[in-house]
C-alpha cells in the first residue's frame, strides 16, 4: 500500500478518475482496477451515498469476477452521486455528462447496475460509442430484461446444494431485495420447485413459511408497488429477515447487509451472493467457522457481466445464457471443491482461483498491470 495512493496494491488500481461538473450536478467516480486481461468491464452505480472507496472495491471485485469468469477483460466500476429516482430528462442530461467526460478512456467499457438501465447504456452508447447492456434495439442483449445475473445465481445455487447433498426442490429460499436480480432468481428457483419463504424490498419485508406466490409478487412489483402489500404474508421488519429460518439465503441488494453485528442471526446453510460485496469479511469467516457455506459474489453473480461480455463480441442471447450457465456452474464447483480440500473459505479459494488468472495475464504485459 502506498501511503498517498489510497487503495493502492500490487495489482492496481491503474487509475481512479474523478468527473466533476458543478453547473450541471455531475460528480462522480471511475476507477479501473487492473486492465492486464483487456478492458475494464463494470458498471455505473447510481445513488446519493455511494463513495470512492465503495467505487474501488467494487472495481476490485470486477476484476476477480471478470478473470475467474475467464473473460478477456479488466475490472473497473463507476459511481454518480445522485438519486436514481431524477427525472428523465435529468437523470439523462447527469449521464450523457459523465459519458462525455470518459470519451477518451478507452480502457473502460460501461454496463448498467443499480440505479442505471439499458436505457441509461444507450445514452452511453450515443456519447462515446460503447457500452454494455444495450437495448434490443440497439443490438444489445437486455441483461435486467432477461435476469442474467439471476440466471447465473440459480445454476450456482442448485449446484452449491447438490455439494451439500440437498435438492433444490422444495429448498426454502431468502431473497433480499427484490429488483432486477431478486425477483430474477426468485422466478428462476421457484420454475426448479424451490419454496421462496421470505423477499424484501427498499419499502419493507414479508415471511410466508407457507410459500409466497411469485407471479402475484411480480405483479405488486410491476404495477409499481412493494413486497410489503403482499396481502397474505407476514410483514416484519427487514433486520428480522435475517433470522427467518431457511435452507438458501440470497443478499441481493446492497453491501454489507450481513456483517458481524447480525450474523450469528443466520439460519440458513448456504449464501449466495446476488449482490456485491453484501457480506462483510469477518462475517464471511464467523459463517465457515459454522459450517455454512457461501458462493461469493464474483463467483455467483457473474451472469450479467458474462453476458455482457458476449454481447461485446457479437454472440447471441442464447449463446450468452449458455455460457452463464456453463461458467458459472463449473466455477462454482471448483471453489467449493478448493475449499474443502484446503480448508480455507470460499472466497480464499475464489480469489486464489480469480488471482492465477490475473497474475499469469499479468505476466503478459510490459507494465502488469495495463
Known amino acids: 500500500m502506498h501511503p498517498d495512493l489510497p487503495f493502492a496494491d500490487d495489482l492496481g488500481p491503474a487509475r481512479v478518475i474523478h468527473l466533476h461538473q458543478p453547473a450541471l450536478g455531475l460528480a462522480a467516480t471511475v476507477v479501473l482496477d487492473n486492465l492486464a486481461c483487456g478492458p475494464a468491464i463494470g458498471g455505473l452505480r447510481m445513488a446519493l451515498d455511494v463513495t470512492t472507496a465503495e467505487c474501488a472495491r467494487l472495481a476490485r471485485a470486477m476484476t476477480l469476477k471478470n478473470a475467474a469468469a475467464g473473460l478477456p477483460h479488466g475490472g473497473g466500476k463507476s459511481v454518480l452521486r445522485a438519486d436514481p429516482r431524477l427525472p428523465v430528462a435529468d437523470k439523462e442530461r447527469l449521464i450523457r455528462a459523465f459519458a462525455a467526460g470518459l470519451r477518451h478512456e478507452h480502457g473502460y467499457i460501461v454496463g448498467p447496475d443499480m440505479g442505471t438501465d439499458e436505457t441509461c447504456m444507450a445514452w452511453v452508447k450515443d456519447e462515446i460509442g460503447r457500452a454494455v447492456g444495450l437495448p434490443r434495439a440497439l443490438g444489445g442483449i437486455p441483461l435486467d430484461e432477461i435476469g442474467a445475473t439471476g440466471w447465473g445465481l440459480c445454476h450456482a445455487t442448485e449446484v452449491a446444494l447438490a455439494r451439500l447433498g440437498r435438492s433444490l426442490e422444495g429448498a426454502r429460499v431468502v431473497v433480499q431485495g427484490f429488483g432486477a436480480v431478486g425477483r430474477h432468481v426468485a422466478r428462476f428457483l421457484s420454475a426448479r420447485g424451490a419454496l421462496l419463504v421470505a423477499v424484501a424490498d427498499s419499502a419493507g419485508a414479508i415471511h410466508q413459511p407457507a410459500g409466497l406466490d411469485l407471479n402475484r409478487l411480480l405483479a405488486l412489483k410491476a404495477s409499481g408497488g412493494s413486497v410489503a402489500g403482499y396481502p397474505d404474508a407476514e410483514r416484519i421488519d427487514a433486520d428480522r429477515l435475517i433470522g427467518v429460518d431457511c435452507e438458501v439465503w440470497i443478499p441481493a441488494a446492497r453491501p454489507d447487509v450481513i456483517h458481524t453485528g447480525n450474523v450469528d ?32 459474489d464474483f463467483i455467483a453473480n457473474a451472469g450479467g457481466v458474462i453476458c455482457a461480455a458476449f454481447e461485446l463480441h457479437g454472440a447471441t442471447e442464447g449463446a450468452a445464457l449458455a455460457a452463464v450457465e456453463e461458467r458459472i456452474r463449473a466455477n462454482t464447483v471448483a471453489v467449493l471443491d478448493r475449499a474443502q480440500a484446503s480448508g480455507n473459505t470460499p472466497r480464499q479459494a475464489a480469489e486464489a482461483l480469480a488471482l492465477e488468472r490475473v497474475r499469469g495475464a499479468m505476466q503478459t504485459r510490459r507494465w502488469g498491470v495495463y
Open 265 to 296: 442471526r443466520l439460519r440458513a446453510a448456504l449464501v449466495v451472493q446476488g449482490a456485491n460485496i453484501p457480506v462483510t469479511a469477518d462475517a464471511e469467516r464467523s459463517l465457515h467457522a459454522r459450517g455454512v457455506w457461501v458462493v461469493p
